[in-house]
């Protein structure tokens, strides 16, 4: 029957590494608004791979949990299924391979949520420290607070310092520039690992309504 066919493929498809793109007849999953973000750097449309291999690494199970339970929900999706007979083939065939029940992958898949919050959580203290707006309990201050600092003496020397006017003007200048470059590089890597991030919880959460929708109460 061609239902089982799809199956057959949809799960042998999950147990082998994806390619590079989907299968033309694939189906579109359910979307999930995606969070506000923060702006990219100029020209970027994408996060930076290092942040899509970070929430990759960050979601990484051992087969057993939401996130593979997602990967053949779109193994099946690219077999041509679709809506509450995708979702609960899929549960068969993962609960089938992993013991798990319904309860468990649903706890399973508020794990993952929190687990990227509190990873996004950890990068915006991280992100704060490097700019300036908080001081580091260990180490020293970020590179970017210190030239803050340095900006702020150099503007008290230049008060002081008439004589020295000029030369202290253009360290200023010049300690100005390297905190605009230092605060751009700060915001392009928040902003992309920001997209990452969204784009990971955005699938997670249409994935999660989407089981429990078409699962609960069955």
């Known amino acids: 029957m061609a239902i089982l066919d799809n199956l057959a493929r949809g799960v042998k498809d999950f147990f082998v590494e994806e390619g590079p793109a ?6 579109p999953l359910p979307a999930a608004p995606a969070p506000a973000l923060a702006d990219l750097g100029p020209g970027q449309a994408q996060p930076e791979q290092r942040h899509l291999d970070h929430i990759a690494q ?15 929900v ?12 995708l979702y ?23 794990a993952l949520t929190q687990k990227l919050a509190d990873d996004r959580a950890k990068v915006l203290e991280r992100h704060r420290e490097k700019t300036g707006e908080t001081v580091p309990l260990k180490g ?9 600092n340095q900006e702020a003496q150099l503007q008290a020397d230049v008060a002081a ?4 006017l000029a030369d202290k003007s253009q360290q200023l200048q010049d300690t100005q520039q390297q905190v605009q470059q230092e605060s751009a590089k700060a915001q392009t890597a928040l902003a992309s690992y920001e997209l990452a991030n969204a ?20």
């Open 199 to 218: 784009a990971a919880a955005a699938e997670l959460q249409a994935h999660q309504q989407a089981t429990k929708s078409f699962l609960i109460n069955k």
């Open 58 to 72: 960050l979601l990484a199970g051992d087969g057993r949990d939401f996130h593979a339970f997602t990967k053949m």
């Open 74 to 85: 779109k193994s099946l999706a690219a077999s041509g299924l679709s809506g509450p007979l």
């Open 22 to 27: 989907a299968p033309a007849a694939a189906r």
């Open 161 to 164: 310092l008439g004589q020295q």
């Open 140 to 148: 020293a201050p970020s590179a970017l607070a210190q030239l803050r």
């Open 88 to 110: 609960q083939t899929a549960f068969n065939a993962f609960a089938a391979v992993t013991g798990l029940d319904l309860p468990a992958l649903l706890t399973s898949a508020d």
